[in-house]
């Protein structure tokens, strides 16, 4: 790899922590054959949930002797840093987990917790960004255009450190394009659409819908993707920033049905992965409208940012016996392990639940899953 001299410099630089984020760059650059590094506009961290980053992680962090160089955010982390209590978290988890926030606020990271940090300070199109968060990095190459690899929590970090990245993946324009067509049959609810096809294929997908997807569709969409799949990007004809830059790939297929298995009763409804928009709160106050209270609990999981920017809505909502939680997930928490089935709208959370957190999980859209908490029938 070409490393300028400043760069080289920072190699060998007397601080560890700069030295070993430049290790890792270059390591990664090496691996994936950049022939650079170049300057990003972002980084965002994930791992950030002590029961995702343990006790080794906290100690590395804390140990950090370096500022990030560039805006940095933090993906979830295990609790809302409020309302633990209501959570049912244990004293020792929430300590520790104040110990990793700590530690990366030390070194500069905005306290985000989110994993939709384009709410916040949303990219322009073409900007470089180091992001780990799967949801994500797919997002902002295939909503906003701009240009990320799928980071992990380590590479990203040394990216925020370092204020560079390799240039390599999908910061090249040649390897941004399409390399299968999908088609999609009828109206299929876009984040099964994505949870099915991120298992089928590798690449790039470029989707035919019958209908124009809002942006919390395709926000949904490219979770699911990248949870079943290795999957960091995608088009949608007509409506992604770059579908008309590249051809039309010759290899397709159709999608008209997607079948999942509803083996469990639940005993929550979570809804909020990824992070509810605005948009998916104020509809989620609109369909509930015509109910009284839930039979079910139902926790929602937003950002901090949305969460304040809501506070009227969502203190209807707590009202009407909803939880809404800011900072955390269904995922990354552990407070999902004392239900025994948890029912999601999104394709994401179906594929982790039962991973990370041992439960089982059942798919509905945002409206059967709200049927269901407060009407069985
Ligand atoms: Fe976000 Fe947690 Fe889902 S981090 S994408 S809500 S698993």
């Known amino acids: 790899m070409n490393l300028s001299r400043e760069e080289e410099k920072l190699l060998e630089s007397d601080n560890p922590t700069i030295a070993k984020c430049m290790e890792i760059l270059v390591a990664l650059g090496e691996i994936f054959g950049a022939e650079k590094l170049i300057p990003i506009k972002s980084a965002h961290i994930s791992g950030i949930s002590y029961k995702n980053i343990g006790e080794e992680g906290l100690e590395w962090l804390k140990n950090l002797k370096a500022k990030v160089r560039v805006r940095t955010t933090l993906n979830p982390a295990g609790m809302d840093l409020e309302r633990w209590k209501e959570m049912g978290l244990d004293d020792h988890f929430v300590k520790k987990q104040i110990e990793v926030i700590k530690a990366l606020e030390s070194i500069g990271a905005e306290l985000t917790l989110t994993c939709t940090?384009?709410?916040?300070?949303?990219?322009?199109?073409?900007?470089?960004?180091?992001?780990?968060?799967?949801?994500?990095?797919?997002?902002?190459?295939?909503?906003i255009g701009a240009r990320t690899n799928r980071e992990s929590g380590i590479s990203a970090l040394a990216s925020a450190i370092i204020?560079?990245?390799?240039?390599?993946g999908l910061h090249v324009k040649e390897n941004r394009a399409p390399t299968i067509l999908v088609k999609v049959k009828g109206d299929l609810n876009p984040?099964?659409?994505?949870?099915?096809?991120?298992?089928?294929?590798?690449?790039?997908?470029?989707?035919?819908?019958?209908?124009?997807?809002?942006?919390?569709?395709l926000k949904q969409l490219g979770a699911s993707l990248a949870s079943t799949g290795n999957i960091a990007m995608f088009h949608v004809v007509d409506q992604t920033p770059e579908w008309r830059e590249f051809e039309v790939p010759n290899e397709k297929m159709e999608i008209d049905r997607v079948e999942i298995e509803d083996n469990c009763e639940p005993d929550l409804i979570a809804l909020g992965c990824p992070h509810l928009s605005e948009d998916e709160i104020t509809e989620i106050a609109r369909?509930?409208?015509?109910?009284?209270?839930?039979?079910?609990?139902?926790?929602?999981?937003?950002?901090?940012?949305?969460?304040?920017?809501?506070?009227?809505?969502?203190?209807?909502?707590?009202?009407?016996?909803?939880?809404?939680?800011?900072?955390?997930?269904?995922?990354?928490?552990?407070?999902?392990?004392?239900?025994?089935?948890?029912?999601?709208?999104?394709?994401?959370?179906?594929?982790?639940?039962?991973?990370?957190?041992?439960v089982k999980a059942i798919f509905g859209s945002t409206h059967e899953c709200l049927r269901r908490a407060f009407d069985e029938s």
Do not use: Q
Request: glycine content about 6%; overall charge positive; hydrophobic content about 35%.
């Open 117 to 143: 940090p384009y709410y916040i300070h949303k990219p322009s199109l073409g900007d470089h960004l180091a992001w780990a968060e799967s949801s994500a990095v797919v997002y902002a190459n295939s909503v």
């Open 191 to 217: 984040s099964i659409v994505g949870y099915k096809i991120g298992s089928e294929i590798d690449g790039i997908p470029i989707f035919d819908f019958e209908r124009r997807l809002s942006y919390d569709e």
């Open 287 to 358: 369909i509930i409208e015509r109910y009284g209270k839930p039979k079910k609990p139902v926790w929602l999981f937003t950002s901090r940012h949305v969460y304040n920017k809501l506070r009227h809505a969502i203190e209807k909502l707590e009202n009407r016996g909803i939880k809404v939680f800011r900072d955390t997930c269904m995922v990354v928490s552990p407070a999902t392990e004392r239900f025994e089935c948890v029912m999601v709208n999104s394709g994401k959370a179906l594929t982790y639940l039962p991973k990370l957190r041992r």
């Open 163 to 168: 204020g560079k990245t390799p240039y390599y």
